[in-house]
C-alpha cells in the first residue's frame, strides 16, 4: 500500500546550523514530492514541491532532495533560524485516475537550540 | 496571498448534536479539501471536491458530509457528533492541476462531550 514516513519524530538543531530532514516513501508512482511546514497554532504552509524526474530542486534556503532508487526524498534548511521551529511534513501526490489526493506523512518536529 | 477562512477556532459540542465547519477561499481555486489532524495519525483526508456540487470520499469519510453550493466554500458537516470527532480540522484549496500545492485555513479544534 501507500505510506509515506519519515525516519525521526523529532530534530533538534543549533541555531545557525543546516537541517536535514528525511523521509522514506513507498509509492513509486507518485508524480510530485512535497514539503508542508505546520507553525503552533497555525494550518500547514507549502514550502517546496519536486517532480519525480528532477533530483535536485533549490529554493530560498531550502533545497529538497530526491533518490528514487531507495525512495527517499529530503529537506535541507540552510542556516537553521528560530523561525524554522516547526513540524515538517513530507508528502505525495500518487498518480491514479483523476485523484486529486495528496498523501501526507506523519511529521517531524524541529526544534532549533539556541 | 491566498486566504482560507475558517468560520470558528475552537467549537465545543455535545454528543449527538449537528455540527457544520466552514471554508471560505478566495483565490477561485477549483479544488477544496477537509482533512482531520490528530497526535500520531498526522493528516487524514476525509473528503475533497473539484468543483461545485461535485465530491470525493477521502481515507476516512465515514461519520461526515460535504456540501459545495458555491466555489469558494466548503463546508463539513458531522450529522451526529460523537466523542471520537474530537479533532483539529484543516480546510485547504488548491488549483486543480496543482493539488500538491495546497493552501490551508488555520484549523477548527473541534472537542465533542
Known amino acids: 500500500g501507500e505510506s509515506v514516513g519519515l525516519h525521526l519524530p523529532t530534530l533538534s538543531v543549533q541555531e545557525g546550523d543546516n537541517s536535514i530532514i528525511n523521509c522514506a516513501y513507498s509509492n513509486s508512482a507518485s508524480d510530485y514530492f512535497i514539503w508542508y511546514k505546520q507553525e503552533s497554532g497555525k494550518g500547514p504552509q507549502f514550502i517546496i514541491d519536486i517532480r519525480s524526474n528532477m533530483d535536485k530542486r533549490q529554493g530560498q534556503r531550502v533545497t529538497v532532495l530526491l533518490n528514487k532508487t531507495v525512495k527517499h526524498l529530503s529537506l535541507q534548511i540552510a542556516a537553521t533560524q528560530p523561525g524554522d521551529s516547526a513540524v515538517y511534513f513530507c508528502?505525495?501526490?500518487?498518480?491514479?485516475?483523476?485523484?486529486?489526493?495528496?498523501?501526507f506523512g506523519k511529521g517531524t518536529r524541529l526544534h532549533i537550540l539556541p | 496571498d491566498v486566504k482560507v477562512t475558517q468560520s470558528s477556532r475552537y467549537l465545543v459540542k455535545r454528543t449527538g448534536e449537528k455540527v457544520f465547519l466552514e471554508c471560505v477561499q478566495d483565490?477561485?481555486?477549483?479544488?477544496m479539501f477537509w482533512y482531520r489532524q490528530d497526535p500520531g495519525l498526522g493528516l487524514r483526508l476525509i473528503y475533497f471536491?473539484?468543483?461545485?456540487?461535485?465530491?470525493e470520499k477521502g481515507d476516512i469519510p465515514e461519520g461526515y458530509s460535504v456540501s459545495r453550493e458555491k466555489k469558494e466554500r466548503f463546508s463539513l458537516i458531522l450529522e451526529s457528533a460523537s466523542t471520537n470527532q474530537t479533532s483539529m480540522y484543516l480546510c485547504?484549496?488548491?488549483?486543480?492541476?496543482?493539488?500538491?500545492?495546497?493552501?490551508f485555513g488555520p484549523g477548527t479544534r473541534l472537542t465533542v462531550t
Open positions: 483565490m477561485d481555486h477549483e479544488n
Open positions: 485547504a484549496s488548491s488549483l486543480l492541476r496543482r493539488a500538491y500545492e495546497q493552501y
Open positions: 508528502a505525495e501526490n500518487p498518480v491514479m485516475n483523476r485523484d486529486d489526493k495528496i498523501i
Open positions: 471536491s473539484y468543483d461545485v456540487k461535485m465530491k
